[in-house]
Nanobody, 125 residues
Framework: QLQASGGGLVQPGGSLRLSCSAS????????IGWFRQAPGKEREGVSC????????YNASYVEDRFTISRDNAKNTVYLQMNSLKPEDTAVYYC????????????????????WGQGTLVTVSS
């Protein structure tokens, strides 16, 4: 499973960096996606990175405020979140895709696996 960490309470306009680590398997050959689920809403895709780190995707609603990166030597994927807004409040999850890149564009929850517990991000003054 993958484990997301690094969430917390931040003021609007602030930043957080989330980490996604794996236990029991390597992330090297897998694309990794970040998702989020706000109270009462469906889980939605946020960002994705290819196995090499050379390709990334961001959902339109995060634009370039969020940056995904990975360090395969540390078996970890990161999500740097800047200019946070109250509507970014959600539990954030990471999950793996079985191939090196997710070709479909918008991230579909059912295409990803190895979900673990998420980390809560609260953006509030």
């Amino acid at each position: 499973q993958l484990q997301a960490s690094g969430g917390g309470l931040v003021q609007p306009g602030g930043s957080l960096r989330l980490s996604c680590s794996a236990s029991g398997f390597t992330l090297d050959y897998k694309a990794i996606g970040w998702f989020r689920q706000a109270p009462g809403k469906e889980r939605e895709g946020v960002s994705c990175i290819s196995s090499s780190g050379g390709s990334t995707y961001n959902a339109s609603y995060v634009e370039d405020r969020f940056t995904i990166s990975r360090d395969n030597a540390k078996n970890t994927v990161y999500l740097q979140m800047n200019s946070l807004k109250p509507e970014d409040t959600a539990v954030y999850y990471c999950a793996a895709y079985s191939r090196g890149w997710y070709e479909k564009g918008d991230l579909q929850v059912d295409d990803f696996h190895s979900w673990g517990q998420g980390t809560l991000v609260t953006v509030s003054s």
